[in-house]
């Protein structure tokens, strides 16, 4: 008889802990995400030359904004930590893709 209540999980990543902790977050991550893909086009971003320098100036001009006081990014209507949090994550991206 085959016991169906196993399952060899253990050590392995809990991603669930992403959506049920992070679920705002997230949500603002994929407004981010489809601001972008409306103005430009979905995932461009992974073919942007000079990729890596120009998400890195990007990511420190929300910061810059955020630390003065700004809250909501002027032209997308968006946080500016959340447009900070994409560009963070396009440079992990770049930095695991290697």
Same mark, same amino acid.
């Given at each position: 008889?085959?016991?169906?209540?196993?399952?060899?999980?253990?050590?392995?990543?809990?991603?669930?802990?992403?959506?049920?902790?992070?679920?705002?977050?997230?949500?603002?991550?994929?407004?981010?995400?489809?601001?972008?893909?409306?103005?430009?086009?979905?995932?461009?971003?992974?073919? *942007?030359?000079? %990729?890596?320098?120009?998400?890195?100036?990007? #990511? +420190?001009?929300? /910061?810059?904004?955020?630390?003065?006081?700004?809250?909501?990014?002027?032209?997308?209507?968006?946080?500016? *930590?959340?447009? %900070?949090?994409?560009?963070?994550?396009?440079? #992990? +991206?770049?930095? /695991?893709?290697?």
């Amino acid at each position: 008889m085959i016991d169906t209540n196993l399952k060899y999980d253990d050590g392995k990543t809990r991603m669930g802990l992403i959506h049920t902790g992070l679920a705002l977050p997230l949500m603002a991550i994929g407004e981010v995400l489809t601001y972008g893909a409306k103005k430009y086009k979905a995932n461009s971003w992974q073919g *942007l030359d000079n %990729a890596r320098e120009r998400y890195t100036d990007a #990511l +420190y001009r929300h /910061l810059n904004a955020y630390h003065r006081g700004e809250q909501i990014d002027p032209e997308s209507g968006l946080l500016h *930590l959340a447009h %900070a949090a994409v560009n963070l994550l396009f440079l #992990l +991206y770049f930095q /695991l893709k290697v």
